[in-house]
Every structure is written in structure tokens, then in C-alpha cells.
């Protein structure tokens, strides 16, 4: 399976939908800066996911994208097919577009790719866009923190040096 960007966008698009659900609806543009997509592409993408029922949308000056469903409802996977199509490797394999090979009953290298497929689809499947939110928020957290800490060493440092610069040592 190879990811296309469409499929890269869409999943990002769902994502940042997904940090922002409290807020309400979010407006391409928003979107489009947070997880630098391209407008025009990101547009084609978002009417799509609402098509496939998985974004709604409201008008007006508040209006913008907000997702149909919680994000906790909402697979990796889904949002994969609905952009890139099924997630086999190859056809023979695949659960959702399956097309019979002259050589399927005998080919030596179909379990691997079905194994291949087994593989990402269990991970897409099981993995939500809740999860990504969460994972997403605890990483920026977790920088914030270190950034912090960071500056603290930092003024700390700055601030050794200029009382040892002010220190000046008194003669016998």
C-alpha cells in the first residue's frame, strides 16, 4: 500500500479537526496553515470526507468544516479508503476490491501480501482519530515542557553569569 497525498492530507485535515473539536467548525484556511495543505487541494479533500458523511459544514462568518461523527468514531482507515481505495498491497488480497489472478491458487507470494495486509489494516482499523489527538496533544505537551525547562536553565545560567560579573572580590 502506498499512501497517496491525498490520503497524507485528508488524514492530517481529520486530525486537525479532530484537536480543534471543541472549537467548533474550522475554516480552510485554518486548517490549511496548521497542517500546511495546499487551499485548493485541501477544498477537493474536505468536500470528499463531507460527501462520504464524515464532515459536515456550516456557512457564514463563523462557519467552516467540524466532523460528523466523535473522532473516537472515525478510523484511520476508513478515511484511507475513502481517499486512496482499498488498503491491499495488491488486488488478490484485497478485502474490499477483490479481482481474481490467474495465479491465485497456486502464487507463492500471496500470503505475504495478504499477512502485509492483515497488518495495516489492523493498525488503521483499531487506530481512531481520537487516538491521533490524543498522541498529538501529549507530543506538544511533552515540547512546551522541555521548552520550559529549557528556558528556565537558560535564564538561570544568564542569571550566574551576570552575579559573577557583578562579584567583585575585595583585597587582604
Not at 48 to 60: H, I, T
Not at 87 to 101: E, F, G, K, R, Y
Not at 149 to 171: D, E, H, M, P, S
Amino acid at each position: 500500500m502506498r499512501l497517496s497525498t491525498k490520503g497524507e492530507y485528508a488524514s492530517r485535515a481529520m486530525l486537525e479537526l479532530a484537536l480543534n473539536r471543541r472549537q467548533g467548525a474550522l475554516h480552510i484556511r485554518d486548517i490549511s496553515a496548521a497542517q500546511e495543505i495546499p487551499r485548493r487541494f485541501l477544498e477537493q479533500i474536505l468536500l470528499s470526507l463531507k460527501r462520504a458523511g464524515y464532515l459536515r459544514s456550516k456557512k457564514g462568518p463563523n462557519g467552516g468544516y467540524f466532523l460528523a461523527k466523535p473522532a473516537s468514531q472515525i478510523s484511520v482507515a476508513e478515511i484511507i479508503r475513502v481517499m486512496d481505495g482499498p488498503l491491499a498491497p495488491i488486488d488478490c488480497v484485497s478485502v474490499t476490491a477483490h479481482q481474481v489472478c490467474a495465479r491465485e491458487r497456486y502464487c507463492g507470494l500471496k500470503w505475504l501480501w495478504k499477512e502485509v495486509r492483515d497488518a495495516v489494516a489492523e493498525i488503521m482499523e483499531r487506530t481512531t482519530f481520537e487516538d491521533l489527538a490524543r498522541t498529538t496533544q501529549a507530543a506538544k505537551e511533552a515540547k512546551e515542557s522541555r521548552a520550559a525547562r529549557a528556558g528556565l536553565r537558560g535564564q538561570r545560567k544568564k542569571a550566574g553569569r551576570q552575579g559573577r560579573r557583578g562579584f567583585q572580590k575585595k583585597g587582604p
